[in-house]
């Protein structure tokens, strides 16, 4: 873990080709992407009830247009983006990026938390994403023709489950249509809304950010719950930082400059441009933006964008959850690769089922994306306001910057993220609720797995026997040493094993080879081949061996033993058998955990993937010896 934290550019990232300017509008914009399906009409809905006014109209667009340039622009494009953890971005990523500038134990675990929060909050706005999106965007049919309207939820939720359906095959199948797809969205929705400011140019004074202050000023409290709906424009906008170890920050930043914020803004333009002559299209401004003819062409495009968006999202969820196991914040859970040559391309059938039903039970809740937009903002928000707290440490212990340019840039983006924050927080009886207990719900289990994992490693190290004094007495013990190779895993490198203490009990003897064997995970997303394996020899026949791995990475522990033939020490697999111990959680006499935490945490542990097929270890050569541990 040492090293500069800081690089401008994953030194792997793709060369911004055109090819990989596609993949990043399909892959990182497609959840801000379809945005102006429904954030202008939230936005504006607050004011619909005595007709739209022009006043109105310039000023949201200009909030909204605004919102665009400081929070997407100025925080993430041109900040964020270069706080990357060796190449890597994400809320986790951060998190571990700004563990590593500090030594105090309380300030590790405050950054911990503040990125555990964050990370909860996204899975809440992974269940949100695929509903609102879906749902908006075939709500278009009802502008077809009010035919429509009852086939609406179902057509939405067999769309949905489609999308979950196939997660288990991958995006390589579907991945070389997204970026196209999107490019031709963007392109669409910016010619609509083109053509209606041309008609009505006037709607360009929503430029100057004097409308949206003018606004703020002379609508007071209106305009601040109508400011949570605004917020609709910018979801999305921390996948610019999560994606960014797959594409580098140049191209993101490039395709958000140049092609994806003109498309928006001039879509979010077009529709208060026709909102301006017509207020009565309040009622779905995007479509009604459209031609007749084009309209039911536009659905269709509408959905595959959302579908694409979806993916992003699920993809996303994914990969956060991987890193949640990694660093020790959740138990165990199923890992799939879908992709024999891509390391981040994974399926977690667990995860997807549960998303599949959450976003299930939203559409058929909340029945609509306006009932729904009032649910979205809260989540993202929270996770915006983690992400910067995040980076203020980071920028000012590893970047060097001075506490006052610290406070100068970052306050007034703090700030605009908790007035984000407390304007959707009104909402929260109107659905804003939904993603805080979800998001508190998962806090709850993240904490409680480490707390637990950490009362159970320091037993397991207060009764354990020190691993160096145990192998060198080990020559007078006169134990017998029989053919073959025993694999110890341990979670305590400097300890002796429980179940080795437990087979030299029950069996009386020991292999001629013998391996401990810790995984470590470090606060970098991957490790490289020269620092995987660390062998240390401790007496005859007898090693200790740290395997490294990144918290963006997936164990693999048979492939890397094969690597030790590399440095000199005799393996044969067919040879080999892998020791785990099972513990066995009891509560002490005197307990460190809560009688509820305690039973949360058991239930988690036994409901957590074996470690075999975790770490891949085949289950015929796994012999695993139970242990009763009091905490």
Not at 74 to 81: D, E, G, Q, R, T
Not at 280 to 300: D, H, T
Request: proline residues 5%.
């Amino acid at each position: 873990m040492s090293g500069s934290p800081i690089s401008a550019a994953h030194p792997a990232a793709p060369a911004a080709g055109t090819a990989s300017l596609l993949a990043v509008l399909g892959v990182v914009y497609g959840d801000i992407g379809t945005s102006p399906l429904y954030a202008l009409k939230a936005s504006l809905a607050h004011f619909a009830g005595d007709g739209i006014d022009e006043r109105e109209v310039l000023g949201i667009l200009s909030m909204l247009f605004w919102s665009l340039i400081l929070v997407v622009t100025v925080k993430y494009v041109w900040l964020i983006l270069r706080a990357d953890n060796r190449g890597e971005g994400g809320i986790l990523a951060l998190t571990a990026l700004a563990q590593r500038q500090v030594t105090d134990t309380r300030a590790r675990w405050i950054i911990a938390l503040v990125g555990m929060t964050g990370a909860a909050l996204f899975f809440g706005d992974g269940i949100i994403t695929p509903a609102i999106s879906v749902l908006s965007a075939i709500e278009g049919l009802k502008v077809v023709s009010p035919a429509f309207d009852g086939a609406i939820l179902p057509l939405s939720a067999a769309i949905i489950v489609g999308i979950f359906l196939v997660q288990y095959r991958g995006t390589d199948a579907v991945g070389a249509v997204f970026g196209p797809v999107c490019a031709a969205w963007f392109l669409v929705i910016g010619l609509l809304g083109a053509a209606e400011i041309a008609s009505e140019p006037r709607v360009l004074f929503a430029l100057s950010p004097t409308y949206a202050v003018d606004f703020a000023l002379s609508h007071g409290l209106a305009a601040f719950v109508a400011f949570g709906s605004v917020f609709l424009a910018v979801t999305g906008a921390e996948a610019l930082y999560a994606d960014m170890g797959h594409f580098g920050r140049r191209p993101i930043a490039r395709m958000w400059t140049w092609f994806v914020l003109p498309s928006l803004a001039l879509n979010y333009f077009g529709q208060g441009a026709l909102l301006l002559g017509q207020p009565e299209a309040i009622e779905n401004p995007f479509y009604l933006l459209a031609p007749e003819w084009m309209r039911l062409p536009l659905v269709f495009l509408a959905a595959a964008a959302t579908i694409i968006a979806s993916q992003a999202v699920i993809s996303g969820a994914f990969s956060l959850a991987r890193q949640c196991i990694q660093l020790g914040f959740l138990p165990r859970l199923s890992v799939r690769h879908t992709s024999g040559s891509e390391e981040g391309q994974i399926y977690m059938p667990q995860v997807n089922f549960a998303l599949m039903i959450g976003v299930l039970l939203l559409v058929f809740t909340f029945r609509s994306s306006d009932a729904l937009a009032a649910a979205y903002g809260i989540a993202v928000t929270s996770t915006f306001i983690c992400t910067t707290l995040l980076a203020i440490v980071v920028f000012r212990k590893a970047f060097g910057w001075s506490p006052a340019l610290v406070a100068a840039v970052f306050a007034p983006l703090l700030a605009l993220d908790l007035l984000f924050f407390v304007s959707n927080a009104l909402k929260i009886r109107e659905g804003g609720w939904m993603p805080l207990v979800l998001g508190a719900a998962l806090l709850v289990m993240m904490t409680t797995w480490q707390q637990g994992r950490e009362l159970l490693f320091s037993r397991l190290r207060a009764d354990g026997l020190p691993l160096r004094s145990f192998v060198a007495r080990l020559p007078q013990s006169r134990t017998t040493r029989v053919p073959g190779i025993a694999v110890f895993m341990t979670g305590q490198a400097d300890q002796v094993p429980n179940a080795l203490l437990h087979s030299l009990k029950h069996y009386k003897v020991l292999h001629e080879r013998v391996l401990f064997v810790t995984v470590l995970t470090e606060y970098e997303p991957e490790v490289g081949p020269e620092r995987r394996l660390e062998v240390e020899e401790l007496g005859a026949g007898i090693h200790r061996v740290a395997v490294r791995y990144g918290f963006g990475e997936s164990p693999n522990i048979p492939r890397e033993m094969e690597r030790l033939r590399e440095l000199g020490i005799p393996w044969d697999t067919m040879a080999a058998s892998y020791f785990l111990g099972r513990e066995v959680l009891v509560r002490a006499s005197v307990p460190k955990m809560s009688r509820w935490r305690q039973m949360l945490y058991g239930l988690m542990a036994r409901n957590a993937v074996p470690a075999t097929e975790f770490f891949c270890i085949p289950p015929d050569r796994v012999v695993e010896l139970g242990v009763r541990v009091a905490i």
